[in-house]
């Protein structure tokens, strides 16, 4: 029984250090993503789905984002610039642009 029991912890403690932790709105709020951008509306910045529609069909979209997120940016969605976020980590990023590009 103590087997058994010992081989089911290690089978779950590697399933769950395998599976990737997916990033959502909880993180993006975390992040303070959300005090300027929402899902589906405009607020200082453009809405999670509008970022989605031009950056679809993007085979690099991911990587563009993560940068823009870490790095901020300027004068692609109109004159206010998106801050710098050195809070945010690479792969916190990428886990947020995943995300980004899923909303519809």
């Known amino acids: 029984m103590k087997r058994l029991f010992l ?3 290690t089978l ?3 399933v769950a250090i ?10 993006a709020t975390a992040k303070n993503c959300m005090a300027c951008h929402a899902a ?3 607020l200082v910045g453009p809405s999670y ?12 979209a991911v990587d563009k984002l993560s940068v823009k997120i870490i790095k901020g940016g300027a004068g692609v969605w109109g004159p206010v610039p998106m801050p710098a976020n050195a ?8 886990k947020l642009a995943t995300w980004v590009m899923t909303q519809k």
Not at 18 to 27: E, G, H, I, K, Y
Not at 49 to 60: E, F, S, T
Not at 87 to 94: P, Y
């Open 40 to 42: 589906a509306t405009k």
């Open 12 to 14: 779950a403690a590697g």
């Open 49 to 60: 789905k509008d970022v989605a529609a031009k950056y679809a069909g993007q085979k690099d």
């Open 87 to 94: 809070q945010v980590s690479v792969e916190e990023a990428k």
């Open 18 to 27: 395998s599976t990737p932790v997916l990033a959502d709105l909880q993180l």
């Open 7 to 9: 081989a089911i912890a």
